[in-house]
């Protein structure tokens, strides 16, 4: 209370002063204010009472060792700052590495998160640890720092009040001398496509479905199997939860001999209705058709050897377009433009390469769509059947990208950007298991066709040279759709063509098994994936 007393008497005393009436005679106030003011801390300082001796000496320790904590803490708020920094650019080089390379990526993402931070982390730290957290798909690094800073003044604080050390602390931080503060910092670098104003991606999946693909994968997987698990990997990396900023979109196009495009509404407004007549004969294709119903029975005589099938009519596949517009994306009006029917399917039960038409679900086109739960169940379904041809998945791999064809579907998430859209990628994944080998005249599988029907060529030549003129077409300005090609355990032939319809040799993968499938799979999913720090 003395020192309250103290305080209070001197502070009663200058303010007495400071209201006392004004002496007589001249003015001099302007310059006399100043004067008394400093007398007045003249005789404060003089004041030998001790209280206010004594209150000094009592607040110079608080207040030192506020000032000493202010800068301590100053210090640990810088490291940690800077900590945070170096930690970003470790989980974005994590990130990097898992977007290049192929195999052991874990290993070597971790050895450039450690290298990043090494090379940018505080030095006026005692020891700092490094963490490294990768998820299971290996899209998401975490990465944590735990580093120690030396506090001198809190080790001065420790020393007076007897305080022992963090028994976790490193040695340099040990003893009552020493006092340490520890900083712990995370950054997470995520592999995601669109959101968060990055570029948005449409991407369309070209996958085949031919016979073909019920033959082993190794490792006890068939092809189709091994395609599923590939497929589904890339859907979950490439197709974001958030679209609240950019987007990212996936359509799939599965394809055979020819492609299902999932109803006979959509299928009668890309090709016209069905016509009918029972004229495709082994010497003379139809000239002459009236229009008819879907799910017609015809008869169609092979087009060399002896006897004759009856098949049916496909109310929901397409085979190639004709005409000038052949290989363009311009949306089908006037009656040259429209898409070829087939009119071969397999048997009375199945359609369009033996596919069961109960669910209209199996191996059908899936326009745009960021619904991850409904993409991989599409995927799920496929079922393999029929032959291979490639320039019908490739030219339907193009619409489903194209702005041209948005009026085709239904919902308006499906429809496509325009080219040239700010921070928009369009991307076509073609994956075939084989050469293209078939082509059609006038809704059948043409004569230089694997399993022909009707004895005409194919009226566009073969489904090789059709599919190298679609994806030179796709890739061209204003178009400029990135494509990526897989061949899956293919010929040297299928190769060279799968080179030349990609964007460029980078853009190629040869798989050699199911498991170099998913690799590469993964891969491109990572190449055309966002990354982007999340924490």
């Known amino acids: 209370m003395s020192v309250q007393g103290s305080l209070f008497m001197s502070a009663s005393c200058q303010q007495l002063d400071h209201t006392a009436p004004p002496r007589s005679g001249p003015d ?46 100053g210090r640990v708020y810088s490291i940690a700052s800077h900590n ?54 290996q ?55 669109g959101g968060n104003g990055e570029s948005s991606l449409e991407i369309s999946m070209v996958l085949d479905v031919t016979g073909s693909m019920s033959g082993s994968a190794g490792s006890g997987q068939t092809k189709l199997e091994a395609l599923k698990l590939a497929a589904k990997d890339l859907i979950d990396i490439v197709v974001w939860d958030d679209q609240s900023g950019a987007t990212s979109k996936l359509a799939i196009v599965p394809f055979a001999d020819a492609v299902n495009v999932g109803s006979a509404t959509l299928a009668n407004s890309v090709r016209g209705n069905l016509k009918t007549g029972s004229c495709l004969t082994s010497s003379s ?48 009006s006037a009656a040259a433009d429209k898409i070829g029917p087939v009119y071969a399917g397999t048997n009375g039960t199945t359609d369009c390469s033996m596919v069961d038409t109960s669910d209209a679900e199996i191996n059908s086109i899936q326009p745009l769509s960021s619904d991850k739960t409904m993409l991989k ?17 490739a030219a339907w791999g193009w619409y489903m990208l194209s702005p041209n064809w948005g009026s085709y579907w239904s919902s308006s998430s499906s429809i496509p950007q325009p080219y040239g859209t700010d ?26 066709s694997y399993n022909a029907l009707i004895n005409c060529n194919g009226t566009n030549g073969s489904s090789n040279t059709q599919a190298a003129t679609l994806c030179t077409n796709m890739k061209a300005s204003p178009n400029n759709v990135e494509i990526f090609t897989i061949g899956f355990m293919v010929s040297s032939s299928a190769k060279t063509r799968l080179q030349a319809c990609a964007t460029d040799s980078s853009h190629y993968y040869d798989a050699s098994s199911g498991d170099a499938l998913r690799a590469a799979f993964r891969d491109i999913a990572l190449k055309i994936s966002t990354l982007r720090l999340t924490q």
């Not at 080790?155 to 007076?160: H, I, T, V, W």
């Not at 169940?377 to 998945?393: E, N, P, Q, V």
Request: proline letters at 4%; glycine letters at 8%.
């Open 28 to 73: 001099k106030s302007r310059h006399g204010r100043p004067s008394r003011r400093i007398g007045l801390l003249r005789r404060f300082s003089r004041n030998e009472d001790g209280g206010v001796a004594m209150l000094f000496g009592l607040l110079v320790i608080p207040l030192t060792a506020f000032v000493g904590l202010a800068v301590d803490f």
């Open 84 to 137: 945070q920094v170096a930690l970003d650019s470790a989980a974005l080089a994590a990130g990097r590495v898992a977007q290049v390379e192929t195999s052991d990526v874990v290993n070597k993402a971790s050895a450039a998160a450690t290298t990043y931070f090494n090379q940018s982390k505080p030095k006026d730290v005692v020891i700092s640890t490094l963490e490294f957290s990768p998820n299971a798909a």
């Open 139 to 193: 899209t998401q690094f975490t990465v944590t720092a735990t580093s120690w800073v030396r506090t001198p003044f809190l080790g001065a604080l420790n020393f007076l009040f007897h305080q022992g050390s963090d028994a976790a602390a490193p040695a340099g931080c040990q003893g009552n001398h020493y006092a340490c503060m520890k900083i712990t910092t995370t950054a997470t670098a995520e592999l995601k496509a």
């Open 285 to 332: 294709p139809c000239t002459s058709w009236t229009w008819g119903t879907p799910a017609t029975w015809y008869k169609f005589t092979k087009a060399s050897g002896s006897g004759s099938y009856t098949y049916k009519v496909s109310d929901r596949c397409v085979s190639e377009r004709t005409g000038t517009n052949a290989y363009t994306d311009v949306a089908p």
């Open 377 to 393: 169940r599409r995927i799920d379904k496929l079922d393999y059947a029929g032959s291979t041809a490639g320039h019908i998945g």
């Open 423 to 448: 921070k928009l990628k369009k991307i076509m994944i073609l994956m075939t298991d084989g050469d293209y080998n078939t082509q059609f005249c006038k809704g059948a599988r043409a004569k230089d």
